[in-house]
């Protein structure tokens, strides 16, 4: 599905790729996990990302097998969500009238968040066209699709409208692109002054190279983390400031923690990122930038 463009917005229907690229595309227009798809159905806000803060383990004393899964599901759902609202408080001062950036959607419960929050209009883009369709469709149902809006396209080049946003962020995406190409569109996109957000994992660079950890969870998304440090270099390099940098790690082990327990929504690398977390090699960072 292919949204029109704005004014001043080139028409993108069919995003440039690369080879990996189109493998990346191939992977999310395929996948269906329930710790995605379960997890949104609780409330229609789909995320694709991890979740923050203290989680409730008494839901694992539940006896009842059906009710035991329902509340675990619930609770990763609160720890996920508190996440993409920990993300949009860092958005900066935003309005109805301002629009915002949404790098790397997925099925877009973080536009969903930043609209609801300030009202503002949100443009999301991912490069798979299923995800696309489904967010519009979620946008219809809500009856905010006039102003959240969905487009499958390459973040890398969105054919959006330079200057147009007062705000954007990518949500745990980083890792599918080159950070240079990245920052570049997103200080493309942003006015003067705009803020840019990104929460990601990255490995630890005073460890020296990636950890078998993180090799291993490349692997599993068919991702490529970047070191801490490129991502200060690459915003240096792309007019992007950073003005707040906050370690979430062990904000995030709780969700970890939770999510090994829910038979019905593991994927195997629960026990991967805690290991990471714990040994150091692998952070869970939120970074704010002013574009100037």
Not at 48 to 62: C, F, P
Not at 99 to 118: E, I, K
Not at 282 to 292: E, N
Request: aromatic residues 8%; hydrophobic residues 35%.
């Amino acid at each position: 599905m292919t949204i029109a463009p704005d004014a001043g917005t080139k028409a993108a229907s069919v995003p440039t790729q690369s080879t990996y690229q189109t493998r990346v595309a191939d992977y999310w227009n395929a996948e269906e996990n329930p710790v995605n798809l379960e997890l949104g159905k609780l409330d229609d806000l789909y995320h694709h990302h991890y979740g923050i803060g203290a989680a409730d383990r008494s839901v694992l004393d539940e006896p009842d097998p059906d009710l035991r899964r329902e509340r675990i599901t619930t609770e990763l759902h609160r720890l996920e969500h508190a996440q993409a609202e920990f993300l949009a408080d860092r958005l900066g001062s935003l309005s109805p009238t301002d629009r915002v950036f949404d790098a790397g959607c997925g099925r877009g419960g973080g536009s969903v968040t930043a609209h609801l929050r300030y009202g503002c209009h949100a443009d999301g883009v991912t490069i798979s066209q299923k995800q696309a369709e489904f967010a519009n469709a979620q946008a219809r149902k809500r009856g905010i699709d006039g102003r959240v809006r969905y487009h499958h396209r390459n973040m890398l080049d969105t054919g959006l409208q330079s200057g147009a946003y007062a705000a954007s962020w990518n949500n745990e995406s980083t890792m599918y692109v080159e950070l240079d190409l990245l920052f570049a569109e997103h200080a493309r996109l942003l006015r003067r002054g705009g803020r840019y957000v990104t929460i990601t994992g990255c490995y630890n660079d005073t460890y020296g190279r990636a950890s078998r950890e993180v090799s291993l969870i490349n692997a599993h998304y068919i991702c490529d983390i970047h070191p801490r440090s490129e991502y200060f270099r690459a915003m240096a390099r792309n007019r992007l400031v950073p003005v707040h940098v906050e370690d979430l790690t062990e904000a995030t082990i709780p969700y970890w923690e939770l999510r090994r327990e829910a038979e019905h929504l593991v994927t195997g690398i629960e026990d991967t990122f805690l290991s990471a977390y714990r040994n150091g090699s692998f952070q869970y960072l939120l970074i704010a930038a002013d574009r100037v």
